[in-house]
T-cell receptor, first 114, second 113 residues
Framework: EAEVAQSPRYKITEKSQAVAFWCDPI?????LYWYRQILGQGPELLVQFQDESVVDDSQLPKDRFSAERLKGVDSTLKIQPAELGDSAMYLC????????????FGQGTRLTVV | AQSVTQPDIHITVSEGASLELRCNYSYGATPYLFWYVQSPGQGLQLLLK????DTLVQGIKGFEAEFKRSQSSFNLRKPSVHWSDAAEYFC???????????WGAGTKLIIKP
């Protein structure tokens, strides 16, 4: 069964350092999402891609976060510099196309900033 | 703005007992509704969805949910829970403005042996 792959599963980093997360969506899925989930809360959308284009990044803290999906397949989310408040689970999801609202999620990356 | 409310932060049930998790949404037209489950340290797995048609929706793992327009609710049910059902459950609705998911805060299900 096809899955959304994310790496690493866990990351511990010191504040002010740079950190990056990688996501490989299900093959053929045009839409890719990055979510942040703070413990005890629902996911918060950070950025949405349609192929290689950003559809929505209104909730992405652009002073420190960046996301790219250069070839419209896999994607990288970067934080530089990391802050203590960035500790969270970062989830990647994909869906076949925009408007197809069923999203398939990866296992997530648990980030701890110390 | 659209919203999703899951009134119960935690629910504790005994293994073998029935379960109902509540979800209320604010929306004008017929919404697209989802229930997802998240085991500790894991991603989210879709349990079931409602788009239209029969208001009683069957999902995976023996779960079902019923859409009630008059109550703006989409409650999740299971007749007999298993210890492996211990997880966090999220209700979500599709935004009518940008087709993105709007999430509830989640309900943590605890199973008593």
């Amino acid at each position: 069964e096809a899955e959304v792959a994310q790496s690493p599963r866990y990351k511990i980093t010191e504040k002010s350092q740079a950190v990056a997360f990688w996501c490989d969506p299900i093959s053929g899925h045009a839409t890719l999402y990055w979510y942040r989930q703070i413990l005890g809360q629902g996911p918060e959308l950070l950025v949405q891609f349609q192929d290689e284009s950003v559809v929505d990044d209104s909730q992405l803290p652009k002073d420190r976060f960046s996301a790219e999906r250069l070839k419209g397949v896999d994607s990288t989310l970067k934080i530089q510099p990391a802050e203590l408040g960035d500790s969270a689970m970062y989830l990647c999801a994909s869906s076949p196309r925009t408007g197809d609202t069923e999203a398939f999620f990866g296992q997530g990356t648990r980030l701890t900033v110390v | 703005a659209q919203s999703v409310t899951q009134p119960d932060i935690h629910i504790t049930v005994s293994e073998g007992a029935s379960l109902e998790l509540r979800c209320n949404y604010s929306y004008g037209a017929t919404p697209y509704l989802f229930w997802y489950v998240q085991s500790p340290g894991q991603g989210l797995q879709l349990l079931l969805k409602y788009f239209s048609g029969d208001t009683l929706v069957q999902g995976i793992k023996g779960f079902e949910a019923e859409f009630k327009r008059s109550q703006s609710s989409f409650n999740l049910r299971k007749p007999s829970v298993h210890w492996s059902d211990a997880a966090e459950y999220f209700c979500a609705v599709v935004s009518d403005s940008n087709y993105q998911l709007i999430w509830g805060a989640g309900t943590k299900l605890i199973i008593k042996p």
